[in-house]
């Protein structure tokens, strides 16, 4: 694989623009996508430079379209990925939903948006459960929240590797304000940071003479007896829970003393992080846990906190109404922390707001 | 310092930043005194100027382009050269190298100096490099041979 | 102060719109207006808009209005129609939310002959978001995402809806192409539109084509030259299926 950074450098670029050199630095072949705010860069990024990489485009007729083209080019065994946000995410669940079945490389990168519907065109976390759960399936979906252009770049890159080497969908799940503002981050080729890129290949169109050389491939996701899809979706969730322990990833800080954890993920795990350390500078015993993986969620992790730290209460903060503390309500069931909440549904949440609400219930 | 624009408000589904002109942009060359125009990203480039009344013919008018040596699809020279032509009509570059809070003197120094270089071959010059107040008392007047303009940031807050 | 006339059936509060100067959506609105009043169907007339610009449309008229999703305002006018088959449903859309994402919706709508009348607004791009691709995008032209020009090998030559409605809608469908340079005609293919609505004929559709001058980056005269000389090569101006009369493909100044 050619490299297309070069020398690792620094640069000041929108987290649209991020995806779109990291998906040209993991090697990714061909970008199917639809305009929706906000995450329309990530395409006009890609069609500039995709003909100087030999990278292909298509801009579909729709989202539906647009998952479902990466379904048949990752089949074919070509490295493909997509980008969309809120309404396009819900048309795109049936794509990741044959994805999930047929056990796909699938890779998409979420910018969250307001809703439900058309909601607001800016920032969310409203699709929390979407991302992690849509579609008609178990969820068996690998799905990164970053908080940095750093984590971008990084895990697009590792989005890939991770969709072709456990063959689970995998999510970049950002949101509009990541998308459009601009910092620092570093890019790099991923060879030059030791990490070996995954290489892919194809389910259909295997070479060879049919009857000669092999049997042809038959590929589907629809089963004549309930039997025979028990096996299939208890085998792919055997699979799942046993790599679970190796995907899941979280950061936490001050959790060996605390009466309250703050529980937050994306880029309001900055305006948390920020919050402990301005309490603790107050003597009020506040620290955080963040989910990196929603799935798997670190569920583990976060019971070891919570009893490591002693701690009697949980703040849930998300700029959503509920989504992240459903989803670490299911996960941590049989804790008997308290937990509360700082909904802020569609709004952006900032280091005084979790200060407060932290001064509030303690 | 009047601002033309549409208010968030104002911006019911809008699209994405700037997808909606405003009438009033349409016009600005009309009014009296100094007129900066902020024109984003896109395809067209300097065509955008198109959209104001009476730019082609505007004896004032200054197309400054504005370069961030950090940004990839300007961080070598062939890069830049590559995306000054695509622009169409520029007068005037302004250095605008920088890496947000990670800004240091040499990344500004080394950057601007690369883009003075390589625009000098397009027969540009640099007006000016453009840098964060709080490195005024960092950089040595003269230093990076290229005039400085500090920039106060009103919005340091801001998310977008 | 002396304020321009404007139909009745426009919602003065939110006047002046929000429409980009140049932008033609706003004469369709007003030849729409015109005929709502004329024919004295404001108080019955739904008017449904799609994502995109014609989302700016949504509280444009003093007549009921939904605002739908993306390429769904089809649909929504048939379950309406169908529900109250005595309103009158005008379905608002771009090229985008008609011919792309909108598309089997508007196939099988017409397929059905079901009683809308829908107005297709065409000025080649994906305006509200930044200027994208469009499937009426013209070969060459560039776009946010054909950077250096669309190339018709691989995304097609552009889409001439008209022509495929026609194509798939029994006789009792109205189907026509207009253009905002021409306000006469504009008018007239409207009203026939409502007007085979209201007779209860069949599916009524017209696109019209119009400006973008804020994505095409066009100053006025490019912009007419652009609507006039060079979307009319593809895109040709004229009723296509009429139960109202020959329908005729030339240009005809009324």
């Given at each position: 694989m050619d490299k297309v950074i070069g020398d690792a450098k620094k640069a000041f670029i929108t987290g649209n623009e991020t995806v779109a050199w990291a998906a040209l630095a993991a090697g990714a072949e061909v970008m199917f996508g639809y305009p929706i705010t906000p995450q329309n860069e990530v395409m006009h990024y890609w069609t500039r430079m995709a003909p100087k990489y030999n990278r292909e485009f298509l801009q579909t007729e729709d989202e539906i379209s647009a998952g479902f083209t990466v379904c048949g080019a990752v089949q074919s065994g070509k490295k493909a990925f997509t980008a969309t946000a809120g309404p396009g995410n819900v048309l795109m669940q049936e794509p990741f939903g044959m994805a999930e079945a047929m056990r796909l490389p699938l890779v998409a990168v979420i910018q969250q948006r307001g809703g439900p519907?058309?909601?607001?065109?800016?920032?969310?976390?409203?699709?929390?459960?979407?991302?992690?759960?849509?579609?008609?399936?178990?969820?068996?979906?690998?799905?990164?929240?970053?908080?940095?252009?750093?984590?971008?770049?990084?895990?697009?890159?590792?989005?890939?590797?991770?969709?072709?080497?456990?063959?689970?969908?995998?999510?970049?799940?950002?949101?509009?304000?990541?998308?459009?503002?601009?910092?620092?981050?570093?890019?790099?080729?991923?060879?030059d940071k030791g990490i070996e890129m995954v290489a892919p290949y194809p389910l259909i169109g295997l070479g060879g003479e049919i009857g000669v050389d092999r049997e042809p491939a038959h590929l589907c996701n629809i089963y004549s007896l309930e039997e025979e899809l028990y096996e299939v979706v208890l085998k792919h969730a055997a699979e799942y829970e046993a790599l679970s322990p190796s995907i899941v990833e979280w950061t936490e800080?001050?959790?060996?003393?605390?009466?309250?954890?703050?529980?937050?993920?994306?880029?309001?795990?900055?305006?948390?992080?920020?919050?402990?350390?301005?309490?603790?500078?107050?003597?009020?015993?506040?620290?955080?846990?963040?989910?990196?993986?929603?799935?798997?969620?670190?569920?583990?992790?976060?019971?070891?906190?919570?009893?490591?730290?002693?701690?009697?209460?949980?703040?849930?903060?998300?700029?959503?109404?509920?989504?992240?503390?459903?989803?670490?309500?299911?996960?941590?069931?049989?804790?008997?922390?308290?937990?509360e909440t700082l909904f802020k549904p569609g709004v952006g949440i900032i280091d005084n707001d979790i200060i407060n609400k932290v001064k509030s219930v303690l | 310092m009047k601002v033309i624009g549409f208010s968030r408000q104002d911006s019911f589904g809008l699209g994405e930043t700037g997808a909606m002109l405003n009438p009033k942009a349409r016009w600005v060359l009309r009014h009296e005194g100094d007129i900066i125009m902020d024109i984003g990203y896109g395809v067209h480039g300097a065509r955008t100027l198109n959209l104001v009344e009476g730019a082609d013919e505007s004896p004032e008018l200054k197309v400054l382009a504005v370069v961030n040596y950090t940004r990839p699809?300007?961080?070598?020279?062939?890069?830049?050269?590559?995306?000054?032509?695509?622009?169409?009509?520029?007068?005037?570059?302004?250095a605008n190298t920088h890496l947000g809070d990670e800004t240091t003197l040499e990344i500004i120094c080394q950057g601007n100096r690369m883009i003075r270089d390589t625009v000098r071959q397009l027969g540009m010059e640099v007006i000016y490099a453009a840098v964060d107040q709080k490195l005024a008392k960092a950089i040595i007047p003269g230093e990076c041979e290229i005039p400085i303009k500090y920039i106060h940031r009103y919005m340091p807050s801001a998310i977008w | 102060m002396v304020a321009p006339v404007t139909p009745k059936s426009w919602y003065l509060p939110t006047k002046p719109h929000k429409f980009c100067p140049g932008c033609g959506h706003g004469i369709v609105l007003k030849a729409l207006g015109e005929n709502i009043d004329e024919l004295g169907i404001q108080d019955k007339t739904i008017f449904g808009c799609d994502i995109g610009c014609s989302l700016l449309s949504w509280n444009f008229f003093a007549c009921d209005s939904t605002q739908t999703h993306h390429g769904r305002t089809t649909p929504v006018m048939v379950g309406i129609k169908r529900s109250r088959p005595e309103l009158v449903t005008v379905g608002y859309m771009g090229d985008g939310g008609g011919y792309s994402i909108g598309s089997q919706h508007l196939v099988n709508a017409a397929v059905r002959n079901e009683k809308l009348t829908l107005?297709?607004?065409?000025?080649?791009?994906?305006?509200?978001?930044?200027?994208?691709?469009?499937?009426?995008?013209?070969?060459?032209?560039?776009?946010?995402?054909?950077?250096?020009?669309?190339?018709?090998?691989?995304?097609?030559?552009?889409?001439?809806?008209?022509?495929?409605?026609?194509?798939?809608?029994?006789?009792?469908?109205?189907?026509?192409?207009?253009?905002?340079?021409?306000?006469?005609?504009?008018?007239?293919?409207?009203?026939?539109?409502l007007?085979?609505?209201?007779?209860?004929?069949?599916?009524?559709?017209?696109?019209?084509?119009?400006?973008?001058?804020?994505?095409?980056?066009?100053?006025?005269?490019?912009?007419?030259h652009f609507l006039e000389d060079d979307m009319e090569k593809y895109f040709p101006v004229g009723e296509i299926k009429s139960p109202f009369g020959k329908g005729d493909k030339t240009n005809v100044a009324d």
């Open positions: 519907s058309s909601g607001t065109v800016v920032y969310s976390q409203q699709e929390v459960t979407l991302t992690t759960f849509g579609g008609n399936g178990e969820g068996m979906r690998i799905v990164y929240s970053t908080a940095t252009h750093q984590e971008i770049y990084d895990y697009t890159i590792k989005a890939f590797n991770v969709a072709w080497k456990h063959r689970f969908p995998t999510f970049v799940l950002g949101d509009g304000y990541q998308a459009k503002m601009r910092e620092p981050m570093e890019m790099y080729d991923p060879i800080g001050e959790c060996e003393d605390a009466d309250i954890i703050i529980l937050s993920h994306g880029v309001v795990s900055r305006a948390a992080d920020d919050a402990v350390k301005a309490l603790r500078a107050q003597g009020i015993k506040a620290s955080y846990f963040r989910p990196i993986t929603l799935r798997p969620f670190p569920q583990q992790a976060l019971r070891d906190a919570i009893a490591r730290s002693g701690a009697k209460k949980l703040l849930v903060a998300e700029s959503a109404y509920g989504q992240l503390e459903r989803l670490t309500r299911q996960e941590i069931y049989g804790e008997t922390i308290k937990i | 699809m300007t961080n070598s020279p062939e890069r830049v050269v590559d995306y000054l032509q695509g622009l169409g009509r520029v007068d005037g570059i302004i | 107005i297709l607004v065409n000025n080649t791009n994906y305006g509200m978001t930044g200027g994208q691709m469009a499937p009426t995008t013209l070969p060459g032209q560039k776009t946010e995402t054909t950077p250096y020009g669309r190339d018709p090998e691989l995304t097609g030559y552009p889409t001439k809806g008209p022509e495929f409605i026609s194509a798939i809608t029994p006789d009792s469908a109205y189907v026509a192409r207009a253009t905002v340079s021409k306000y006469k005609q504009l008018k007239r293919f409207i009203r026939n539109a007007r085979n609505q209201l007779e209860g004929n069949g599916f009524s559709f017209v696109e019209v084509l119009s400006t973008c001058p804020t994505n095409w980056r066009t100053n006025a005269q490019q912009t007419w």
